[in-house]
C-alpha cells in the first residue's frame, strides 16, 4: 500500500502546511502519527469534514510536562521522520529540538515547517499563507490592471510552497538517509517555496518578458488568448492557446481566422482590443455550447467549473479524482502509482481519539500508558 510503506512519521500537531503534508505521506503510505495539544481549540469541523487530518491517527499529549516530553522522545526514537510547524526555538524550549532528538536517532530526518524561515529578521514574527507569498513577490503579480491583488486562495504558501514542498523535504532527506545513514533537519519555509514557485517569471522578467503591472502579461490574464471569459448564461470557461497552431485553433472556433486585427499573436499593443472582442463572443453562447465546440479539442479549453461541478465532471469521474471517504467526497491521493498504490485508510479522528491505541501500536506497554494518564500527561 503506498510507496512510502514501512516509514513511520510522526507529526507535530500545527495548521495549514503541517496537516497537508502528513496527509500526503500518509495517502502515500507512511504509517504517520499525529500528536495534538491536550486541551487544545477543537477544530472547525466534525472530523469527517476534516479533509487534511484524514489517514492517521491523533493522539493528544501534554508537551508542558516532562512526561509528555519522554513520549513524545520515545515516539520519535521510532520514527524515520519528524514534522513540526512552531515558530524557531519552540521545540528546543520543550526539549525537543533537532539536537536532542538527532543525538537519540541519528537516521532521524527533522522537517520544520515556518512561514518565514528559521532564521532571518523576520523570524520570530506571526505571519499566515497571504503574508509570505507578498514578500515572495508573488501576491502583487495576480490580480486585473488597476485593481488590487487578489489572494489565491491560501494554494501557494500554505499548500503548495509549504505542505507540498515539507513533503517532498522529507522524501528527499529519507532518500538520503539510506545512503549515508545519518539524519538531518529540513528547513522549510512558505516564502522560500512562495518565491521558487515565482522562478519562471523572475528569468522572464530579467531578460524583459514580464512587466511588474499585473494583469498585463502571457500568464497572468494579460493575454487574449489565455484568460476567463463570461458566457451569455452568466458561467465562465478559460482558453490557454499559448502555442501558435492552439491559437489558430482557437481563432478558427471563435470565427476570428480571418481576422486581420488577430495577425501576429504576441503583437503585445493589441493584446486589450483583441480581449475586448474575444470577450464579446464569448458572450454569445452559453458554457454549454461553448464545451461542445471545444471541450476535448487542442485550443487548450475548459469550462470553469464550481467545486460540486468538478466532483461530477464525467473526466473526474472516469479518473475516480475525488473519493468518498466517511461520506463526504475529497480529492483522493496523488499522484499515481501502477505497483504500490496510495489510498486513503480512514477519515480524520477527533483529537486524541486514538491517544491509547496508538501509543500501544508504537510500543508503549499498558502501564506506561496508564501512568500517563495518571501524570495528565495524555
Known sequence: MGPLKGFKIVEVGGIGPVPFCGQILSDMGAEVIRIERVGGP????????????????????????????????????????????????????????????????????????????????????????????????????????????????????????????????????????????????????????????????????????????????????????????????????????????????????????????FKNQLDFSKWPARKKKMAEIFKTKTRDEWCLIMEGSDVCFAPVLTMEEAMNHPHNVARETFVEVGGIKQPGPAPRFSRTKPEVRKMASKPGADTETALAEWGFSQAEIEGLKKSGAI
Open 42 to 261: 477543537p477544530r472547525l469541523m466534525p472530523p469527517q469534514y476534516d479533509v487534511w487530518h484524514r489517514g492517521r491517527p491523533s493522539i493528544a499529549i501534554d508537551l508542558s510536562k516532562p512526561e509528555g516530553v519522554a513520549a513524545a522522545l520515545k515516539l520519535f526514537d521510532q520514527a524515520d521522520g519528524l514534522v513540526e510547524g512552531y515558530r524557531p526555538g519552540v521545540m528546543e524550549k520543550m526539549g525537543l529540538g533537532p539536537d536532542e532528538c538527532l543525538k537519540r536517532n541519528p537516521r532521524l530526518v527533522y522537517a520544520r515547517m515556518t512561514g518565514w524561515g528559521q532564521d532571518g529578521p523576520l523570524a520570530q514574527a506571526a505571519g499566515h499563507d497571504i503574508n509570505y507569498i507578498a514578500l515572495a513577490g508573488c501576491l502583487h503579480s495576480i490580480g486585473r490592471p488597476g485593481q488590487p491583488p487578489v489572494p489565491p486562495l491560501n494554494i501557494i504558501g500554505d499548500l503548495g510552497g509549504g505542505g507540498l514542498l515539507l513533503a517532498f523535504g522529507m522524501v528527499c532527506g529519507l532518500l538520503e538517509t539510506q545512503k549515508s545513514g545519518q539524519g538531518q533537519v529540513v528547513d522549510t519555509a512558505m516564502v522560500d517555496g512562495a518565491a521558487n514557485f515565482m522562478g519562471i517569471f523572475y528569468g522572464l522578467r530579467a531578460g524583459g518578458l514580464w512587466s511588474d503591472q499585473k494583469g498585463t502579461n502571457l500568464l497572468d490574464g494579460g493575454a487574449p488568448f489565455y484568460d476567463a471569459y463570461e458566457t451569455v448564461d452568466g458561467r465562465w470557461v478559460c482558453v490557454g492557446s499559448i502555442e501558435p497552431q492552439f491559437y489558430a485553433l482557437l481563432l478558427k472556433h471563435t470565427g476570428l481566422d480571418d481576422d486581420p486585427d
